[in-house]
């Protein structure tokens, strides 16, 4: 009973966020139990808002589909390089470089053949000034740096939230959902990038 109420609300929580009922959170639940799973949730969730604010969604959604990618998550990587599309086409009116199902094929990749696919999708996104970011990003996933400053330290908390997401994402299987953002909720802007997809196809 604790266990099906604990997912029905982090469910909730995905469906006011996101809009739809994230796969994960019942393995979570099955993972670290009713009361560990909201606990983790209640530490991790409002840090994980505020570095949203802070960094803004395209540099942290970038963090969780990188370190994701190291990880070796794709659930994880696909649900924040969708939000990565939508962020990309709200804000600049042009599709992203590779879409969601692409980049979340990149799990189990060499460091150094993840990085330059990353690299290079950015580049081609004119988005050169997120490089910086991505190399941080990594080296603190394969800790050879920490932080150094207050905007590392968020990406820092993402490395060690999305250590736990990513191990219950790839124990349990888990297959993709949809975009980890309010976005994803806009459905005109979902059927906009669905629509850009298929005419550079």
């Known amino acids: 009973m604790a266990d099906r109420l604990a997912v029905r609300l982090l469910e909730g929580l995905g469906r006011q966020l996101w809009g739809f009922p994230p796969r994960l959170m019942a393995h979570i639940v099955a993972d670290q139990g009713a009361v560990g799973a909201v ?10 808002e505020r570095t949203l604010r802070v960094l803004g969604p395209l540099r942290t959604h970038l963090a969780c589909t990188t370190i994701s990618l190291r990880n070796g998550c794709r659930y994880c ?33 060499e460091p150094i053949e ?3 696919r990353i690299v290079d ?6 988005l050169h000034a997120e ?16 932080p150094v400053d207050q905007h590392e330290a968020r990406i ?11 191990a219950v994402g790839m ?6 959902d949809e975009a980890h953002d309010p976005l994803n909720k806009d459905t005109e802007l979902k059927a906009r990038n669905a629509q850009l997809r298929r005419s550079v196809a």
Do not use: C, I
């Open 39 to 48: 606990s983790w949730f209640a530490r991790n969730m409002p840090r994980y």
């Open 77 to 109: 990587a696909y649900g924040h390089a969708y939000a990565v599309e939508l962020v990309h086409l709200k804000d600049r009116g042009t599709v992203f470089p590779a879409d969601a199902g692409t980049m979340s094929s990149w799990t189990g990749l």
């Open 114 to 116: 993840l990085r330059q």
């Open 121 to 126: 999708v950015l580049q081609r996104a004119d």
């Open 131 to 146: 490089v910086l970011w991505v190399d941080r990003t990594l080296a603190m996933v394969g800790e050879s740096q920490g």
């Open 156 to 166: 820092a908390h993402l490395v060690q939230m999305f250590a736990v997401l990513n």
């Open 171 to 176: 124990a349990g299987a888990v297959e993709p």
